[in-house]
């Protein structure tokens, strides 16, 4: 079987390593070819995510090829975005791309008057595209407001990776909440998109410990969204989002450093860091977590035998490597060769920096063709990578998780620390049976 490779590879490829903390081996830095989905994609969860917002793509044909084929899932049911595809005569000048916006704005807003935020996304730079979408949208949020609210932001994968384009809505949805009082009440907003069922557990254990006037960033609707101010805490839910983490602190907005939510360590560390910062009795955080916490290590017990000891390797794809790989080094046993991630917010990321092994290798970006020859000398027993990587490796007989899934699946909180090593178990036990059966 051919391994799996590139077609080509940047002349200009570079790597080098930081100097690592004490004990800890160095990071390893390469700009080279990689292999991510650009930040368009994170609109499949986000439409789904608040529900009266429209995500209107400004971009090319291969934009819209490319939704049609990631949300492939959802075609029983009438999603919340399209692309308004730009054709050679608007790049060319032979028309007017506002009033070719404005029109197809037109026909979207009398088709679905159910749109209460309408947000533009650019699928790449102004430059390319000929069109500043920013001002676009304040020109129509002029024109369609108080009933209707547009907003912009880039998705452009020559800017963005996978999940970026969270981050990017997430900055520019910071700039459209409201101004908090000086003399509010204190307030805890989570950043980061949670499933549903996730967000719903998670207040209630909040309001359990007496933490009040606790929102979701983004919100299910665009008329709830936060007041923002000076005593604004935050928790991020996710660690890709160092750029709205920015916009929160700029409105005067406090970072809660913690552990993400994974497994029954992080949930815990993650609800505790909260606590501690509006003041709660620990006896009554003991009481309240007590339960979820026994429910998460009596599930992840079932993965034990499974995961124990597996050597598990990380290519670079959604930034939430480093959490998972603690996780699963220190909840499930697994052994860590290399941990890939596309950025290390290291800020956001400290905590779980610091309990990663002083052994394992972490790598920032991406040079596709030297990290599968280090994951071939590695020899992994699982690889976790994006689509175009895991086929071939299947071919040569490796166990594969896509780094796709991790994203899409409630992994967060007590009640899903079983579906989270489940996600690692089942292609292990897949690859086991083939071994079997052959």
Request: with cysteine; glycine share 6%.
């Amino acid at each position: 079987m051919n391994r799996p490779t590139s077609q080509t590879v940047l002349s200009n490829t570079a790597a080098r390593c930081d100097a690592p903390a004490a004990g800890r081996e160095p990071t390893i830095h390469q700009r080279g070819q990689h292999e991510v989905f650009c930040g368009l994609t994170s609109i499949i969860w986000l439409h789904r995510k608040m529900q009266d917002a429209f995500f209107l793509i400004v971009g090319s044909r291969t934009c819209a090829h490319l939704m049609q084929s990631a949300a492939g899932v959802m075609i029983f049911a009438e999603p919340r975005f399209a692309t308004a595809i730009i054709e050679e005569r608007d790049l060319s000048g032979m028309a007017d791309l506002h009033d070719e916006l404005d029109a197809v704005v037109e026909r979207l807003l009398k088709r679905r008057p159910d749109i209460k935020m309408l947000v533009l996304v650019g699928s790449c730079p102004s430059e390319v595209i000929k069109l500043d979408l920013s001002r676009a949208a304040e020109r129509l949020n002029r024109e369609h407001a108080p009933d209707r609210r547009v907003i912009a932001y880039s998705g452009s994968g020559i800017e963005t990776t996978f999940t970026q384009g969270e981050d990017s809505f997430l900055a520019t949805l910071v700039d459209e909440c409201p101004v908090a009082e000086a003399d509010a009440a204190p307030s805890l907003v989570v950043a980061g998109s949670l499933a549903d069922v996730v967000e719903d557990q998670f207040s209630r254990i909040f309001q359990a410990l007496g933490i009040e006037n606790v929102a979701f960033l983004p919100t299910r609707r665009s008329d709830r969204l936060p007041a923002i101010g000076p005593n604004t805490r935050f928790l991020l839910a996710q660690p890709f989002l160092n750029e709205a983490a920015k916009k929160l602190e700029r409105r005067g907005a406090t970072h809660i450093p913690a552990l993400f939510p994974l497994g029954e360590e992080g949930t815990t560390a993650w609800l505790k860091a909260a606590s501690d910062a509006f003041g709660v009795d620990p006896a009554r955080f003991e009481a309240v977590t007590a339960p979820g916490r026994e429910r998460a290590r009596k599930a992840l017990e079932s993965y034990a035998e499974t995961l124990s000891g597996k050597r598990i390797f990380f290519f670079p794809d959604s930034q939430l490597e480093p959490a998972l790989a603690r996780f699963l080094s220190r909840e499930a046993g697994m052994g860590l060769t290399e941990i890939g991630s596309p950025y290390l917010h290291r800020r956001h990321l400290a905590a779980e920096l610091d309990l990663l092994p002083e052994d394992v290798v972490l790598s920032e970006g991406q040079d596709v063709e030297r990290q599968i020859d280090r994951c071939h000398e590695a020899d992994p027993d699982l690889i976790v990578c994006g689509l175009g990587l895991a086929n071939p490796f299947e071919a040569e007989g490796y166990a594969t998780k896509w780094s796709i899934e991790l994203v899409f699946t409630p992994i967060q909180g007590y009640e899903q620390a079983g579906d989270l090593a489940e996600l690692f178990a089942r292609p292990l036990r897949r690859r086991a049976a083939l071994k079997v059966e052959v």
